[in-house]
């Protein structure tokens, strides 16, 4: 393929692909170059009164977070690197059902972009393709704040067998704003649904894509792992399991692998 120089975010560009009602809950979209982490740089700022609706990019990140304490590969304008701050009304004890939704959301967003194939859930909150991480959520509370962070690999540096990115998958350079806008416009629109109504709408487009159901599977949480027969999530966002004393358990928490038979 001949070189083609990378898109680089622009606000206004963004912008123009969300829908004026959706527009209005943006308080502000912000596009930083470097950052340790969006994450971090919008959990500083709660202290300092924030909007909701606030909304930062970078193109790199030198300490982007993953889940359970994992670092997050941000190579320079290779992905998208998103945070947005929202508030709830009540102080968020238990975040595991706007996880649920939130992967619907980019679900959503993806199949709007033309990924209309092949994308896969696996509980809680990651987006696979042909069984590899597209994209993850790490979402962390302060009292009725909710950070939403969100990685999605677009144009990855080097290829390694548990991710893929955008460009693997579509065979042609990311059109990196149009990705952003779509992701913003589906979190901007949907977010106020999940608030309203909780995870309802959110659960029967979860099962359609769920990967994990029927596996052998183990869950790991912090003290125990439990193995048994995955069964879907319930209306709760629950991870069910049917366990090898045939007890079927749910889960609220944990991190999931296939076991091999
Ligand atoms: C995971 O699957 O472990 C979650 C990854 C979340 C990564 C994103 S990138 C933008 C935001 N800032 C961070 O430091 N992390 C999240």
Not at 46 to 71: H, L, W
Not at 103 to 119: Q, W
Not at 158 to 177: A, C, F, S, Y
Not at 211 to 226: A, D, Q, R, Y
Request: aromatic fraction near 8%; hydrophobic fraction near 40%; charge should be neutral.
């Amino acid at each position: 393929m001949l070189y083609q120089p990378v898109e680089l975010l622009n606000s206004e560009k963004i912008k123009s692909v969300i829908e004026l009602d959706n527009l209005q809950r943006l308080s502000q979209l912000e596009i930083l170059d470097t950052i340790d982490s969006t994450n971090s740089y919008l959990l500083r700022l709660i202290k300092s009164n924030v909007s909701s609706g606030r909304v930062c990019f970078a193109e790199q990140q030198t300490q982007g977070r993953g889940r359970r304490g994992r670092s997050w590969f941000s190579p320079h304008a290779k992905s998208i690197y998103c945070s947005l701050l929202w508030r709830f009304k009540e102080v968020q004890q238990d975040i595991s059902g706007l996880s649920i939704a939130v992967a619907v959301m980019i679900l959503n967003s993806l199949k709007k972009y033309g990924i209309t194939e092949g994308i896969q859930l696996k509980w809680p909150n990651d987006i696979l393709f042909a069984g590899r991480k597209l994209a993850g959520i790490l979402l962390e509370c302060s009292g009725t704040h909710v950070v939403i962070g969100i990685g999605l690999n677009l144009c990855l540096p080097q290829r390694e067998d548990h991710w893929i990115d955008v460009m693997q998958i579509t065979g042609e350079l990311p059109k990196r704003n149009y990705l952003a806008g779509l992701l913003l416009n589906e979190l901007l629109e949907k977010l106020p649904l999940y608030q309203a109504n909780g995870l309802k709408e959110f659960v029967s487009e979860w099962r359609k894509y769920d990967f994990f159901t029927g596996k052998n599977i183990t869950v790991h949480l912090p003290e125990k792992s439990v193995s048994g027969v995955m069964y879907g999530i319930n209306d709760a966002g629950e991870l069910l399991l049917q366990d090898q004393e045939n007890r079927l358990r749910n889960f609220r928490y944990g991190e999931i692998t296939v076991r091999e038979m």
